[in-house]
């Protein structure tokens, strides 16, 4: 059996990784600033993650949710302190398609409504409903499409203003579009949108699945803006590569039993994972760490040739290039040994951990430098 070919890939095998570093077969070391899409939070191999993972697999590492799980309720207790959401319910799940899934669900069965209102350039998963709400034609199969959703242009409070009405079920915004190319939702567009969804009983979602758990130097993105949705849906940081999902939910909400299920969400080593990173986010104060870090990156990429703009918050940061990015990310993965992302044709992403350390952001930006710089003097 061969493997279904939908993944372009380098052909790199990275087989050992800490902190910020990854080895591949032969040996070579490599700085990771993308962290398997946002997904590594708290660096490789954390001390505490692995010994946490590793008592929790001696013990018990799976049942299901029709018994009780204590560690459920200590990573609902953690998150809730550690995001400032005590108040919110959480429910678990397994990945952030799962937790948009899920939040579009719990919005409609609280109004009863279907429409659902996103916006240019979003991306919210591959599964149904949320690509449902992906604006990216080319990952829409037949059977996904639907005409009770409408996308608006990002960040446009007049447009919104006027598409809403009382038919709308919800309206669900990234913080911070992360594969559209890392465009901040604007203060006063997330604070529009609280008050509209407020005016016609919709239902306000905030996407924090990449821009969330701290990677904006705020637990979630949104929170700059000083605004509490009604549901926000979490996954990639929070597991640190195990994979686990959630939505944080309103005390408006009201569970019923069977209204939401999973097999897998919740489970014990899944919650080991999710409580150890909260454990190393709150005791190494890494969202200070990505703000501080973040900044310096940004503020040090603005001044080198070939940089159109520097978009972001914290260690979530879009380069845009003034030419394509794809040659320069091979530059700096193949001769550099530096992994990146991208969004779009023109921008560079990085997602690095939260732990990166300032001589691991000043040998990017030594090696970004000599790339620019000898390309602008060709």
């Known amino acids: 059996m061969n493997l279904f070919d939908v993944y372009p890939i380098y052909t790199i095998e990275p087989v050992r990784a800490q902190g910020s570093y990854v080895w591949d077969t032969e040996g070579n070391k490599y700085l990771d600033l993308y962290g398997g899409h946002a997904v590594i939070s708290i660096g490789h191999a954390h001390p505490h993650y692995v010994a946490k993972l590793t008592d929790q697999l001696n013990k018990i590492g799976f049942y299901s949710n029709s018994v009780k799980i204590s560690l459920q309720e200590e990573l609902a207790q953690k998150l809730g302190e550690l995001s400032g959401y005590?108040?919110?319910?959480?429910?678990?799940?397994?990945?952030?398609?799962?937790?948009?899934?899920?939040?579009?669900?719990?919005?409609?069965?609280?109004?009863?409504?279907?429409?659902?209102?996103?916006?240019s350039k979003a991306f919210h998963g591959r599964t149904a409903g949320a690509v449902a709400i992906t604006d990216n034609k080319t990952i829409i199969a037949p059977v996904?499409?639907?005409?009770?959703?409408?996308?608006?242009?990002?960040?446009?409070?007049?447009?919104?203003?006027?598409?809403?009405?009382?038919?709308?079920?919800?309206?669900?915004?990234?913080?911070?579009?992360?594969?559209?190319g890392v465009n901040?939702?604007?203060?006063?567009?997330?604070?529009?949108?609280?008050?509209?969804?407020?005016?016609?009983?919709?239902?306000?979602?905030?996407?924090?699945?990449?821009?969330?758990?701290?990677?904006?130097?705020?637990?979630?993105?949104?929170?700059?803006?000083?605004?509490?949705?009604?549901?926000?849906?979490?996954?990639?940081?929070?597991?640190?590569?195990?994979?686990?999902?959630?939505?944080?939910?309103?005390?408006?909400?009201?569970?019923?039993?069977?209204?939401?299920?999973?097999?897998?969400?919740?489970?014990?080593l899944a919650?080991?994972?999710?409580?150890?990173?909260?454990d190393v986010i709150k005791e190494e104060n890494l969202?200070?760490?990505?703000?501080?870090?973040?900044?310096?990156?940004?503020?040090?990429l603005k001044s080198l040739p070939g940089v159109k703009e520097v978009r972001g918050r914290g260690l979530m940061i879009g380069i845009e290039l003034e030419e394509p990015a794809d040659t320069l990310r091979k530059k700096l993965l193949f001769e550099h040994h530096i992994f990146t992302g991208a969004s779009g044709k023109y921008t560079i992403r990085l997602l690095p951990s939260l732990a990166l350390k300032q001589e691991d952001a000043d040998l990017f930006l030594e090696s970004f430098g000599k790339i620019v710089s000898a390309k602008t003097l060709v």
Request: glycine fraction near 12%; proline fraction near 2%.
């Open 287 to 300: 969202m200070a760490n990505a703000k501080q870090t973040g900044a310096y990156l940004s503020e040090q």
């Open 86 to 119: 005590e108040n919110y319910s959480l429910f678990l799940c397994n990945s952030g398609a799962e937790a948009n899934e899920n939040a579009l669900k719990l919005a409609s069965f609280h109004n009863g409504r279907k429409k659902v209102i996103a916006f």
């Open 184 to 268: 901040v939702a604007s203060e006063s567009f997330l604070q529009k949108a609280r008050q509209l969804c407020d005016t016609y009983g919709a239902v306000l979602i905030l996407d924090s699945v990449q821009c969330g758990y701290g990677r904006s130097g705020k637990f979630f993105s949104h929170q700059y803006a000083g605004i509490d949705p009604d549901l926000i849906t979490t996954a990639k940081g929070m597991g640190n590569g195990f994979p686990i999902g959630g939505v944080l939910i309103h005390p408006k909400f009201k569970a019923v039993h069977g209204m939401l299920g999973t097999t897998f969400g919740g489970n014990h």
């Open 271 to 278: 919650c080991a994972a999710g409580i150890a990173v909260l």
């Open 144 to 180: 996904n499409a639907t005409d009770h959703v409408q996308f608006l242009p990002f960040n446009d409070e007049a447009a919104l203003e006027q598409a809403m009405n009382e038919e709308i079920c919800a309206v669900i915004i990234e913080g911070i579009q992360g594969v559209g």
